[in-house]
């Protein structure tokens, strides 16, 4: 009996030290979770981030090497020049057309019907759709679900959508926020030319097709940051403002996601501030040279 009550108090006791202990252990260890999967996460967004920009790069150097071997072959007078071969409708049909950029996957659900009007569509156009993104977009005459080249999504009078493409290229940053002070909107696909001067396309300027393919990639889980002459580090706000008369909101109802905004530059939110997405405009080039039968 008297065992029994002198032992009773001591259980009791190793019983709570149990249990005290058991919780700073749990306590420890969400900490130590919450330490690890900070830099856990980091490093899986940078895996999967560069995963992306390497078969985006790769898929558009294959396509640009394409596109000029395309250029090259397809029988044009030979004063022609690269924006006389854009125009011309015999080329634009069997070639490349810059209004095949944006395709309405509501007239053209996937699947049999997609199929089928990429199969009609100008090779180049058909080598472009591994980069194709595909958005839900504001537009003036609703929001529409669309397959297009990423950039900004502009009115065309021209497009069977009544869309197009130009790709931004970010020309001058202010230096203090980073917000984006000069931006250059380029053809998706453009001639590669140095100094102001025309191109060499032209047989009688050295008959080289010489395409480059411009496919910004931006990526959905890291944030674009600017780094000061100090070594300080700033994350680089949205700006809102941008955009001009025939840009078109991207994608998203709400103009958010890593393409989203005016001009596609993309817009997501990051600690309750909307910041602009890890951006590296890839600009393939190839050449080949022009073939001609006189």
């Known amino acids: 009996m008297a065992t029994g009550l002198s032992?009773?108090?001591?259980?009791?006791?190793?019983?709570?030290?149990?249990?005290?202990?058991?919780?700073?252990?749990?306590g420890g260890v969400a900490v130590e979770f919450a330490l690890i999967s900070l830099s856990l996460y980091l490093v899986l967004a940078g895996m999967l981030s560069l995963g992306r920009w390497m078969a985006v790069s790769q898929a558009a150097q294959d396509a640009a090497r394409f596109a000029a071997r395309e250029f090259a072959l397809y029988p044009l007078p030979a004063d022609f020049g690269f924006q006389d071969a854009l125009a011309e409708p015999g080329f634009r049909g069997a070639v490349y057309d810059a209004d095949y950029v944006v395709v309405d996957l509501v007239a053209t659900p996937p699947g049999p019907?997609?199929?089928?009007?990429?199969?009609?569509?100008?090779?180049?156009?058909?080598?472009?759709?591994?980069?194709?993104?595909?958005?839900?977009?504001?537009?003036?005459?609703?929001?529409?679900?669309?397959?297009?080249?990423?950039?900004?999504?502009?009115?065309?009078?021209?497009?069977?959508?009544?869309?197009?493409?130009?790709?931004?290229?970010?020309?001058?940053?202010?230096?203090?926020t980073g917000l984006e002070t000069s931006i250059e909107l380029a053809p998706v696909l453009e001639e590669v030319a140095g100094n102001g001067?025309?191109?060499?396309?032209?047989?009688?300027r050295g008959g080289i097709a010489a395409v480059r393919l411009n496919v910004p990639f931006q990526a959905a889980a890291l944030t674009a940051y600017l780094i000061s002459d100090a070594g300080e580090s700033r994350a680089i706000k949205a700006d809102t403002s941008l955009g001009g008369s025939n840009v078109i909101l991207g994608p998203g109802p709400d103009g958010a996601g890593p393409y989203a905004g005016s001009l596609g530059l993309g817009r997501q939110e990051a600690l309750g501030t909307e910041v602009r997405p890890f951006r590296r405009l890839v600009a393939a080039q190839a050449l080949f040279r022009r073939e001609l039968i006189l």
Do not use: K, W, Y
């Open 113 to 176: 019907a997609l199929e089928a009007f990429f199969a009609s569509m100008p090779v180049v156009n058909q080598a472009l759709r591994p980069l194709m993104i595909t958005s839900t977009v504001a537009t003036p005459g609703g929001t529409r679900r669309l397959l297009h080249m990423p950039g900004a999504l502009i009115d065309s009078s021209t497009s069977p959508t009544g869309l197009s493409v130009l790709v931004p290229r970010i020309l001058e940053r202010d230096p203090t």
């Open 197 to 204: 001067q025309p191109g060499a396309f032209a047989i009688s």
């Open 7 to 26: 032992t009773t108090p001591l259980a009791t006791c190793a019983a709570i030290r149990h249990s005290r202990l058991g919780e700073l252990r749990a």
